[in-house]
Each structure stands twice: as structure tokens, then as C-alpha cells.
């Protein structure tokens, strides 16, 4: 997939019921509307959700990280962005490059805010990315 043909969407709080959150598709869902407040409220204190979507606009992959000090995973890292969730979806989508990009776009955010690094909790099962992500990155 060349970049050309995808973008990436930085979610803000005057898009974020448009492209909305993307581990909570379903507009239905209780959950959704949670997830947006949460968002919403957490936003200015450093939180970012990106998407990346393609030229028809399907949601490819989406990275959301923020602040180490305001996460609220059970880490111990002054001045670092942390990754809360990386994900891309799709048997089509995979080994594209697309987390390598959102991992980029991270680490760029942590460069401009003068941070140390960026750290990210992984595991072989469910709820955090695999490590392989890390390790397999296309730079």
C-alpha cells in the first residue's frame, strides 16, 4: 500500500463524532459514547487518537497514546508518551507499513513535546498489541 493512498486523521474533539473512536465501531453501543467523553475531557491534557483510512475512507489502523503520567496503565516512566493501544485490522491491511506509520507519527509527537522516548506495554495475548509489532517495524 503506498502512502499515497492512505491518510491519517488526527481525531479532535470537533471530529471525533464523525470518524469517531475506532476501537468502538458501532454508534449504538453505550460504550461509544463513554469512550467520547473520555476523549473528550482527556484531550487537553495530551491524549491523541490517530486513524488511518484509506481513499474511500475505510478505517485502516488507529494509535492512541498519551502523556505516561496520566495513563492509566500500571507504568513508571516520567516524560514519556505511552502507547495505550495500536491496532490494524484487516487480513489486507497487515504488513503494509500502516502501524510503522502510526508508530512514526508518535514518535514525531514525542520529539515536538521534548519527551524521552515513547514506551508501550506489549503482550502474546489479549488486550495489548504482540510485541512482533515493535520488532518487525518498517522504519
Known amino acids: 500500500m503506498k502512502t499515497s493512498e492512505i491518510k491519517i486523521i488526527e481525531v479532535t474533539a470537533e471530529n471525533i463524532s ?3 473512536v475506532y476501537c468502538i465501531k458501532d454508534k ?7 469512550k467520547i467523553d ?9 491524549l491523541k487518537i490517530r486513524i488511518v483510512v484509506d481513499n474511500q475512507d475505510k478505517q ?8 505516561s ?5 500500571p507504568i513508571k516512566a516520567k516524560n514519556y508518551l505511552f502507547i495505550q493501544c495500536i491496532g490494524v485490522f484487516g487480513k489486507e491491511s497487515r504488513n503494509k507499513g500502516i502501524a510503522s506509520l ?3 507519527q508518535c514518535e514525531n509527537d514525542a520529539v515536538k513535546e521534548n519527551k524521552c522516548g515513547v514506551c508501550v506495554i506489549s503482550s502474546d495475548g489479549p ?3 504482540n510485541k512482533k509489532l515493535f520488532e518487525n517495524r518498517k522504519n
Open 18 to 20: 464523525d470518524v469517531g
Open 28 to 34: 449504538k453501543s453505550p460504550g461509544r459514547e463513554l
Open 38 to 46: 473520555w476523549f473528550k475531557k482527556k484531550i487537553n491534557n495530551g
Open 60 to 67: 485502516l489502523g488507529f494509535i492512541e497514546y498519551l502523556p
Open 69 to 73: 503520567e496520566i495513563s492509566w496503565r
Open 102 to 104: 502510526l508508530l512514526k
Open 127 to 129: 488486550w495489548f498489541a
